[in-house]
């Protein structure tokens, strides 16, 4: 058999068991660089409070590292980065989820001395999404904040009430201390002399269940409210313009008085829209010289 030097060292191997083949090879002299943190050691310098480990931490006690401190910060800001990256972008897929998404985020980045708020924009980063609870929560505080701006009711320009004023002025002077006026749709009412609102006329819808639309103040500063709309403006215009006019047509709709809202028993009066009663207490000329024309057309 002739001696072959290749079988023989194939056995070797087969013997020892290694695959070289495999192995990467071990950089021993490879570069390292110190831990500037424990100064090479390995150990923690300071103290530490009940912890029974001494190592670095830094370095994870083996008091170097294979990368130069340069390298090591650029892969850490790489790092950080990379996941603002992925942050935004969950971020902005939440938005583009819904207009609902939309709003809460619009929302939270309003609140910006909020906690709360911010903890769940960070939520948003982190899952891309928000729990039910934590929507449900967002939309009650959302609805919250609306129904205040809807209480607090601005200044918003003036309102030409003056006629309407004048009648309750008169009213005032003849010593009848609670006035209020229906006409078409609307109750005015002035306010307590004694009260924060002294001399401010209230205004109510009643066609909307009294709804509240507002106060006008003895300048005319109009306070609207939220419920106030643009036809309610025109209306209540229109109203001070033609008092008589509107409050026989408030009569004649719900035959009940312009001044005392209650029930009116004589063609006369819903004719007019006030009862012969308040007629005389506010000296209400009204449309008095109508009577003639009333009484002529046979109508009273
Ligand atoms: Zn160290
Ligand atoms: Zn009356």
Redesign the pocket.
């Known amino acids: 058999m002739k001696h072959n030097a290749n079988e023989d060292f194939e056995k070797w191997l087969e013997e020892n068991g290694e695959d070289f083949s495999s192995t990467k090879p071990k950089n021993e002299s490879r570069e390292t660089f ?11 310098r300071g103290i530490r409070v009940h912890q029974k480990e001494n ?10 590292f294979l990368t130069s401190e340069k390298d090591r910060r650029r892969a850490k800001q790489h790092r950080v980065n990379k996941k603002a990256e992925t942050e935004k972008k969950l971020l902005e897929n939440f938005i583009n989820e819904s207009d609902a998404n939309k709003g809460i985020v619009e929302f939270l980045s309003s609140k910006k001395d909020s906690n709360f708020a911010s903890s769940l924009i960070g939520g948003i980063k982190k899952w891309g999404s928000l729990t039910e609870k934590q929507k449900t929560a967002v939309f009650s505080w959302i609805a919250k904040e609306e129904d205040n701006a809807k209480n607090r009711a601005t200044p918003a320009a003036k309102l030409d009430l003056s006629k309407i004023k004048e009648k309750f002025d008169d009213a005032r002077e003849k010593g009848i201390k609670r006035c209020a006026l229906r006409i078409i749709g609307f109750k005015f009412t002035r306010a307590s002399d004694t009260g924060r609102n002294a001399g401010y006329i209230y205004i109510k819808d009643t066609d909307n269940g009294d709804l509240y639309l507002g106060k006008v103040s003895p300048n005319g500063e109009f306070f609207k409210s939220y419920d106030c709309k643009q036809e309610h403006i025109d209306g209540l215009l229109k109203a001070n313009e033609n008092i008589f006019a509107s409050a026989r047509l408030y009569g004649q709709k719900t035959g009940r008085c312009t001044i005392c809202g209650r029930e009116l028993t004589n063609k006369r009066s819903i004719e007019l829209g006030i009862g012969m009663i308040c007629q005389e207490k506010w000296g209400w000329e009204g449309d008095l010289g109508l009577l003639p024309l009333l009484k002529a057309k046979g109508v009273i």
């Open positions: 110190p831990c500037i943190r424990c100064g090479g050691t390995g150990k923690y190592k670095c931490f830094t370095c994870g006690g083996k008091g170097h």
